[in-house]
């Protein structure tokens, strides 16, 4: 198996870009979609069950959310008018599945039936397929809303209210709810407008930087590398007791508070044991008073997942180590064109090497980093 290339998949997902042909004010990218989308899903999935009475698998929805557009990283972003003509319409969704199989069959055989569901299954004709298409278009809806109210290009004041009239007749009980609350609800529609804007928040403030970077990019890669350390050490390395649920939540929500808090640079925030403390204080404080504006129901989840999301469980350790593997990541693709960035990636290699001896930190150095450096260096 080479999990390193489902790896590269999920780096790759933030250079597929979205609406480029409407010329949007904002840019967008398949990871920045994936990680609204799965930040959207799990308020959905916590609606489903708290509101309408229908309890459903809420991991299968994040995860499918999270990565049912893994596949634009071989076929692209096609339009959706493309996608649904009679000529071309069976052609692209074999080879998306195709694609899709591809990716999938690159994991480690343990978690192949997994992914498969969250990969090649996302979009299926179960009830939990159709919310994960319901969802894309909501996010698809706010973005159009954010491109609309912000800027004057009409395409997208039509897309806006078409798809808004799409989803008031959706059959899913939970993206009508959420439709409605856009409108009367100010803590919902502030909430979701903290995940809109989260690709605003640039990352790797003061350096130069040829790859781009921003909070949503970086919490889908989080996010699907916690969902992929989990799964490993519970199928492979047989470490009992893992939530994927609750590891999934606090990964994709572990930096919403930086729509507010902004992105402070980590040798600032630990630069002392006090100023670090402090940080964390202001910023739990931001996170609580983010989850209190929404309505109750959502308060027990949320404040578990914005909060606490590296609190001292196993699941937040796990997401402690993702968000340092994806710094270090980072730093490998920057540092054959910057030095500067040599120097983070050993200061982050050490960092990890001393502190972390789980299972999935062992097999990404031994594996997955060995062979992200042959690629992007050698080949």
């Not at 599945?97 to 192949?112: A, C, F, G, N």
């Not at 047989?238 to 640079?265: C, F, N, Q, T, W």
């Amino acid at each position: 198996m080479k999990n390193s290339s489902f790896t590269n998949a999920i780096i790759q997902m933030q250079y597929v870009s979205r609406w480029k042909e409407f010329s949007p004010r904002y840019k967008d990218n398949a990871a920045s979609h994936s990680f609204r989308c799965a930040s959207i899903a799990i308020m959905a999935g916590i609606i489903e069950e708290r509101v309408f009475g229908n309890p459903l698998n809420k991991l299968q929805l994040a995860a499918r959310a999270l990565l049912h557009d893994l596949n634009e990283t071989v076929t692209g972003s096609i339009k959706y008018v493309t996608k649904k003509d009679a000529h071309v319409a069976d052609h692209i969704r074999k080879l998306e599945t195709e694609v899709s199989k591809e990716i999938v069959s690159y994991l480690s055989r343990s978690l192949q039936p997994h992914f498969y569901d969250y990969i090649v299954d996302a979009e299926d004709e179960s009830y939990i397929g159709r919310l994960v298409q319901a969802v894309d278009s909501f996010d698809a809806m706010l973005f159009c809303m954010r491109e609309y109210e912000l800027d004057a290009n009409p395409y997208f004041a039509s897309k806006y209210e078409q798809l808004r009239a799409e989803l008031a007749a959706s059959s899913c009980p939970s993206i009508v709810w959420l439709l409605q609350a856009l409108d009367t609800d100010a803590g919902v529609r502030q909430f979701l407008d903290h995940i809109l804007n989260l690709d605003l928040i640039e990352r790797w403030g003061g350096s130069f930087n040829l790859i781009p970077d921003n909070d949503a990019t970086h919490s889908f890669r989080v996010a699907a590398m916690s969902l992929f350390n989990g799964l490993l050490e519970t199928e492979r390395f047989g470490r009992p007791g893992i939530d994927l649920y609750k590891l999934l939540g606090k990964s994709v929500m572990h930096d919403i508070v930086e729509g507010v808090s902004g992105d402070v640079a980590s040798p600032i925030k630990k630069s002392s044991s006090v100023i670090r403390e402090a940080f964390e204080r202001y910023e739990q404080e931001v996170a609580r008073k983010m989850v209190e504006q929404l309505p109750s129901f959502f308060h027990d989840e949320m404040m578990d997942f914005l909060v606490n999301a590296k609190d001292d469980t196993y699941e937040g350790e796990l997401v402690d180590i993702a968000d340092k593997l994806d710094a270090l990541i980072k730093s490998n693709l920057e540092m054959r064109n910057n030095p500067h960035y040599g120097e983070k990636y050993y200061g982050q290699l050490v960092h990890i090497q001393h502190h972390y001896e789980n299972p999935c930190v062992i097999f990404f150095l031994a594996y997955i980093l060995h062979d992200l450096t042959y690629d992007h260096f050698v080949r």
